[in-house]
């Protein structure tokens, strides 16, 4: 058995557990073997226990979060032992970059910060001045400038990362072409004559599809054999009878 002399230990602050959210699967989760192979010693911390479904309008997502600070709180026990710390997106849902901050000033640790969409802008209409301040996304540009690197799943938010920080990297998000994006691996009917279109994505991005609905029931209209798959955590609001909906699962 081999030693290693460098070993590393890192501490993942994330928000859901290990094979829960797609976002992380594509992002870092597929590499943790890569990186034990290698000697690291791997911590991964959630936020939540699970995705949290219509937030909103949760009675009891209150209790959930403030549950996740004090988990944050007892992770810091961990971080203070760690050589990086891996930080995907946001410590915490919620709020200024509290964590970020006793990480990087505090603690000292070297945090390494990746993201895959444009988190720093708002996709609601009219905001409120409360939800901006509970949001509190400039703390996307603040978690840059304490980053010792940072990672970026495309070129636009590479750009806007290379504001704050010079040690920006491009990390396309990328998928296993082996064991699951694998055409191979699935059985496909070659006597049927629908075409399908494919739509993945989560409760919260519904809405986009949902703006998208006037335009497919028109294609559908002219092309009665075409059909929308949707593979997401809730089935979408769509009045179309060729709307197939699959619940996603990492199989």
């Known amino acids: 058995m081999s030693s290693h002399k460098n070993h590393k230990t890192i501490s993942f602050l994330?928000?859901?557990p290990i094979g829960i959210?797609?976002?992380q699967r594509f992002r870092f989760e597929q590499y943790l073997e890569v990186l034990t192979d290698k000697g690291y010693s791997i911590s991964i911390l959630p936020f939540f226990k699970k995705p949290q479904l219509n937030q909103t309008?949760?009675?009891f997502v209150i209790l959930k979060i403030l549950s996740g600070f004090v988990n944050r709180f007892r992770h810091l026990f961990t971080v203070a032992k760690s050589d990086f710390v891996f930080i995907f997106r946001e410590s915490c849902p919620?709020?200024?970059p509290i964590f970020e901050w006793i990480c990087c000033k505090l603690l000292r640790k070297k945090?390494?910060?990746d993201f895959d969409d444009a988190i720093w802008a708002s996709d609601v209409t009219n905001e409120s001045r409360f939800q901006r301040f509970l949001r509190w996304r400039s703390k996307v540009s603040t978690i840059c400038k304490w980053s010792y690197k940072v990672s970026c799943g495309n070129?636009?938010?590479r750009q806007f990362a290379l504001n704050f920080n010079t040690s920006v990297l491009l990390n396309?998000?990328?998928i296993d072409t082996k064991s699951v994006h694998n055409p191979a691996l699935h059985v496909s009917d070659k006597n049927q004559h629908h075409f399908i279109i494919g739509w993945t994505g989560s409760y919260s991005t519904l809405k986009y599809l949902n703006r998208l609905e006037s335009v497919l029931k028109k294609i559908q209209d002219k092309y009665p054999?075409?059909?929308l798959l949707v593979i997401a955590d809730k089935q979408p609001a769509l009045n179309s009878p060729n709307i197939l909906f699959e619940p996603w699962s990492v199989n």
């Open 14 to 16: 994330v928000p859901y």
């Open 21 to 23: 959210s797609p976002g």
């Open 57 to 59: 309008k949760n009675p």
């Open 94 to 96: 919620i709020g200024p």
């Open 111 to 113: 945090i390494i910060y």
């Open 155 to 157: 070129e636009y938010l």
């Open 172 to 174: 396309p998000t990328t």
């Open 225 to 227: 054999h075409v059909f």
